[in-house]
Antibody, heavy 119, light 110 residues
């Protein structure tokens, strides 16, 4: 069965960087796009963008350019989200989500990674 | 301000039927399939309905989805206390070239 296992909670200081991992199993990693979704405290789900797991080409949603980087290590079926120059507003739960079909917005989800940015 | 509009809240008593709406536009709901997610606090979203009206295996048939024009709806029949959760619609938007989520609806079982 499809499983997406994310790395654990992170506590970071403003200005630092963080790298969240998402290890996939139960399917051929390069056959399905990987998306990233954020949920800030008390807010709804926000799509951050996706990465083509076949080519490695990332696409970022508006508001997630510059400090956000999606990457892959296909040898270990793992996707990464790196956020630099962290700010308090980056405090949120970050989810990786496998897209079940192209441009379908139909996702299988990782368990989420809580990122807290605080001095 | 979400591209997709959902009511902030909905409620019903056990056994009732409730519906949650999701209103969009021609560039999203009007031209692509809608998905619905159920989310409990502290847990990941769960796919409830995909392709407008398809249920993944394991999802009870009390949950159903429909779409008409630029709007979609999620219906829950035989409401149960365990259905108390947040519900989100999601769809691909051709104009934005990305996925858009509704703002979410908090369902309360009275």
């Amino acid at each position: 069965q499809v499983q997406l296992v994310q790395s654990g909670s992170e506590l970071k200081k403003p200005g630092a960087s963080v790298k969240v991992s998402c290890k996939a199993s139960g399917y051929t990693f390069t056959n399905y796009a990987m998306n990233w979704v954020r949920q800030a405290p008390g807010q709804g789900l926000e799509w951050m963008g996706w990465i083509n797991t076949n080519t490695g080409n990332p696409t970022y949603a508006r508001g997630f350019t510059g400090r956000f980087v999606f990457s892959l290590d296909t040898s270990v079926s793992t996707a990464y989200l790196q956020i630099s120059s962290l700010m308090a507003e980056d405090t949120a739960v970050y989810y990786c989500a496998r897209e079940r079909a192209p441009y379908s917005s139909s996702f299988d989800w990782g368990q989420g990674t809580l990122l807290t940015v605080s001095s | 301000q979400s591209v997709l509009t959902q009511p902030h809240s909905a409620s019903g008593t056990p056994g009732q039927r409730v519906t949650i709406s999701c209103s969009g536009s021609s560039s999203n709901i009007g031209s692509n399939t809608v998905n619905w997610y159920q989310k409990f606090p502290g847990t990941a979203p769960k796919l409830l309905i995909f392709g407008n009206n398809q249920r993944p295996s394991g999802v009870p048939d009390r949950f159903s989805g429909s779409k008409s024009g630029t709007s979609a709806s999620l219906a829950i029949t035989g409401l149960q206390s365990e259905d108390e959760a947040d519900y989100y619609c999601a769809v691909w938007d051709d104009s934005l070239s990305g996925v858009v989520f509704g703002g979410g609806t908090k369902l309360t079982v009275l």
